[in-house]
T-cell receptor
Framework: DAGVIQSPRHEVTEMGQEVTLRCKPI?????LFWYRQTMMRGLELLIY????????DSGMPEDRFSAKMPNASFSTLKIQPSEPRDSAVYFC??????????????FGPGTRLTVL | GDSVTQMEGPVTLSEEAFLTINCTYT??????LFWYVQYPGEGLQLLLK?????DKGSNKGFEATYRKETTSFHLEKGSVQVSDSAVYFC????????????FGQGTRLTINP
């Protein structure tokens, strides 16, 4: 299995631009998670989906952030407009939830975002 | 609220030394507990887990025992190697269906030859 795939691996953009991060979960997994990692705040859960439906988006910092999962094999995290404080490594993870309970989360390699 | 507290790093040891990284949690009930490892430039990988009290998770020479009396899940290894250098995260499951993970702040481990 290819594991969780994220793209791009690195993104450098200017303040005010739109940024779209992409994730392909492991085939057969039905839960998908977006995390943000910074030195100051550590690893934070932004949002997660079950069967393509957003379950908990309480970690999304503000309205500039949005996430979608149009099908079981693809998700996006969008920041519009981007700000320098959004600079971080963004991870996507997937897992198989059985009878409503989740198993191990498998992480992608991350996207390092730098907003100038 | 629900949280995970890890031993502060960084931790530097010599090869073949004994390792302990402390982790305690606050929780209602008995959440599943995890240790993840992050090597430079990579995402997190599950190292081991325990799903109920007194369970011992083990992998690659690392062990951790779920202690409900002390609400702890300390990571140990008897003899570390240079290749163990990484950041280690303790985590607990949370939320509906225990699908959310709450992570500790991470402990950076460096092993010198």
């Amino acid at each position: 299995d290819a594991g969780v795939i994220q793209s791009p691996r690195h993104e450098v953009t200017e303040m005010g631009q739109e940024v779209t991060l992409r994730c392909k979960p492991i085939s057969g997994h039905n839960s998908l998670f977006w995390y943000r990692q910074t030195m100051m705040r550590g690893l934070e859960l932004l949002i997660y989906f079950n069967n393509n439906v957003p379950i908990d988006d309480s970690g999304m910092p503000e309205d500039r952030f949005s996430a979608k999962m149009p099908n079981a094999s693809f998700s996006t995290l969008k920041i519009q407009p981007s700000e320098p404080r959004d600079s971080a490594v963004y991870f996507c993870a997937s897992s198989l939830a059985h009878q409503g309970r989740a198993d191990t989360q498998y992480f992608g390699p991350g996207t390092r975002l730098t907003v100038l | 609220g629900d949280s995970v507290t890890q031993m502060e790093g960084p931790v530097t040891l010599s090869e073949e030394a004994f390792l302990t990284i402390n982790c305690t949690y606050t929780a209602t009930g008995y959440p599943s507990l995890f240790w993840y490892v992050q090597y430079p430039g990579e995402g997190l990988q599950l190292l081991l887990k325990a799903t109920k009290a007194d369970d011992k998770g083990s992998n690659k020479g690392f062990e951790a025992t779920y202690r409900k009396e002390t609400t702890s899940f300390h990571l140990e290894k008897g003899s570390v190697q240079v290749s163990d250098s990484a950041v280690y995260f303790c985590a607990r499951a949370l939320g509906r269906g225990a699908q959310k993970l709450v992570f500790g702040q991470g402990t950076r481990l460096t092993i010198n030859p």
